[in-house]
């Protein structure tokens, strides 16, 4: 297939479910201990400023925004369905349980804008929230339409 077959074949694809997608998985490192309430809060506000983010920037509903954190004493997950009804936070951290250093998995799922207006905003409230949280992070890789259209057709 010529480029230009492959870029209307790809939009394609993007007609049938018009779907913004984008993932991330990352490190982050908080210089000072967190405790799991602040974990909590950090997670949550991220994903609520991106959902946002996406909404002002042309989707018109919300799929699915969800994040998983491992730590070494445990794990938390935030999921977003309804920008209104905010972030669901679940985990299996002790009371006093705390964190400093974490992997982060973020899954992205919007409908109404294309995947790097979702990976755009997204990288921007990632940089917003853990700045104003004072968290260090290291992005290990990002997936979004580009990698996965590659892949679908053998690229």
């Not at 294309?114 to 004072?134: C, M, N, Y």
Request: proline content about 2%.
């Amino acid at each position: 297939m010529g480029d230009i077959d492959e870029d209307i074949h790809i939009e394609m694809h993007r007609e049938a479910d018009e779907l913004g997608k984008f993932a991330t998985h990352m490190m982050i490192h908080a210089p000072k201990t967190m405790t799991r309430d602040e974990a909590a809060a950090a997670l949550g506000e991220l994903l609520s400023v991106i959902t946002k983010r996406c909404m002002d920037h042309g989707a018109d509903l919300v799929g699915h925004v969800k994040a998983f954190l491992k730590a070494s004493n445990g794990a938390m997950s935030a999921s977003l369905i309804d920008l209104g009804k905010g972030p669901n936070i679940t985990h299996d951290f002790g009371h006093e349980a705390t964190f400093q250093d974490a992997e982060l998995t973020l899954h992205v799922i919007v409908h109404g804008i294309w995947d790097p207006e979702v990976r755009e905003q997204s990288l921007e409230a990632i940089e917003t929230v853990f700045k104003k949280h004072g968290l260090n992070y290291e992005i290990i890789k990002d997936y979004y339409e580009t990698e996965k259209g590659m892949a679908h057709h053998g690229g």
